[in-house]
């Protein structure tokens, strides 16, 4: 709300994550005020160069996932580099990291000794089968977990093959439940002063995710179908085919919503045929309802049927593409797209959790090159082996190699369409790869 504070303001997020899941829960914390710190490697995150959209050198992939971060290139196969991170989880509140099981520990960076230098740490480890387990050393990205998930399985037309979701959930699932006890460990923290280690799996979040088929599965024995456009418990909650040829949705669950439905279709026969009397008949007959409704729906477009039913109160709704998405009336008034402007820092305006990251940074002191150098201009380039400019600029105040936590002083502003999250939080300085 205007005038109040972001919600997790004075949080301080060390991202050593890259891709998606991971930048994906840092994100929603950035999003929420925390202060995020994104640690790459000398080459960058993968993401940077995620094809086919670029914006100047960073892919529109990357730039979507990575907004209300500051970005710290740090080589930790260098002793410095290791040390670097040692103190900048000395100072953080939260640490999320989404590589293989082990690696960080064999680079010297071990969750529990991180966690004796700074009890109240939590450390949040997003890997994709988790830190135990017969599968624990797999590789693992969202379309691996989709499918030994089951989620594929589900997805796509009857006796068609398993098709992968049009978004990466088991990405995105991994990010919200990664955030989701990041939070639950900071209420605990608040009461006890102490920190938490968090193990989160992508294969565990898309398992959770399968809630009532798994269940049905259980209880009957019957491993469940491909669900196609529609639903394996409500008859009429699928989609249809305008006369136009353009898709839409109908969820008509009640028995109000069923006659409501004949009504609109001028079909009283329908309300009065023995074999749809009740929801549970239509459930058993539901593929003669089908050809029924799809023949009856293809009398208009579809955008007169969605009219028509929403007199009615029948839930109902177009299937939209992305451009229709965003610039749907709903959507542009809850501020869901919104163009990136500039923002900077109000002169003299102090920033504490910047202030407590440098202090155990080193001040930005000279640090070996590429241990701890920022990327310049809000993180949104490649990382590269410095050049003489490059040596010339940190001779010239910024340190050769050094650890600069402050905002280029030359931010740019790009035009970008993100999610709601960054117009949420009230005006403060933003940081990272939104604003280059």
């Not at 960076?109 to 988790?130: M, V, Y």
């Not at 798994?214 to 009429?236: E, N, T």
């Not at 002169?347 to 920022?374: F, K, N, T, V, Y």
Request: charged share 25%; net charge positive; with cysteine.
């Amino acid at each position: 709300m205007p005038g109040l504070s972001p919600l997790l303001q004075g949080l301080l997020v060390l991202d050593m994550t890259q891709v998606l899941s991971g930048p994906y829960c840092t994100q929603v914390l950035g999003d929420l005020g925390a202060e995020v710190i994104k640690l790459e490697a000398p080459q960058g995150d993968l993401a940077r160069a995620m094809q086919p959209h670029f914006v100047g050198p960073d892919s529109v992939y990357f730039v979507s996932l990575n907004r209300n971060k500051r970005s710290v290139v740090v080589d930790l196969k260098t002793p410095e580099g290791v040390e670097l991170v040692r103190r900048l989880a000395a100072a953080c509140d939260v640490v999320v990291e989404n590589n293989r099981p082990g690696v960080l520990a064999r680079l010297g960076l071990r969750a529990d000794e991180l966690r004796r230098q700074n009890p109240k740490l939590i450390w949040c480890a997003i890997s994709g089968f988790g830190q135990d387990g017969p599968y624990r050393d797999k590789p693992a990205y969202d379309m691996i977990v989709q499918a030994l998930a089951g989620g594929m399985s589900l997805t796509g037309e009857p006796g068609g093959p398993p098709v992968r979701a049009g978004i990466p959930i088991g990405d995105i699932a991994a990010g919200l439940y990664a955030a989701i006890a990041i939070l639950a460990a900071l209420n605990r923290r608040n009461a006890t002063g102490q920190g938490e280690a968090i193990d989160i799996s992508m294969l565990d979040c898309q398992a959770a995710m399968l809630t009532y088929q798994a269940a049905y599965f259980l209880h009957a024995g019957q491993v469940p179908a491909r669900q196609g456009s529609g639903h394996d418990s409500i008859p009429i909650y699928r989609s249809f085919t305008g006369g136009d040829g353009k898709d839409f949705v109908v969820c008509a669950i009640t028995e109000t919503n069923w006659q409501a439905l004949c009504r609109v279709l001028d079909r009283r026969a329908l309300a009065e045929d023995s074999r749809f009397a009740t929801n549970r008949e239509r459930y058993q007959n539901r593929t003669e309802l089908w050809a029924l409704l799809e023949q009856a729906f293809k009398a208009k477009p579809a955008a007169a049927w969605v009219g028509l039913l929403e007199q009615e109160s029948i839930p109902v709704a177009v299937v939209n593409t992305l451009d229709q998405v965003v610039a749907d009336p709903q959507i542009q008034h809850r501020h869901m797209v919104t163009g990136l402007g500039r923002r900077r820092r109000p002169p003299g305006a102090g920033d504490g959790q910047s202030d407590r990251a440098r202090r155990h940074a080193g001040g930005g002191a000279p640090l070996p090159a590429a241990a701890g150098r920022e990327h310049r201009r809000g993180a949104a380039r490649r990382a590269r082996p410095q050049t003489r400019r490059d040596r010339r600029a940190g001779a010239q105040g910024r340190g050769e190699g050094g650890v600069n936590l402050d905002p280029h002083p030359e931010e740019r502003e790009r035009s970008s369409r993100v999610s709601k999250g960054e117009a949420e939080v009230p005006p403060r300085t933003r940081y990272g790869i939104a604003f280059v």
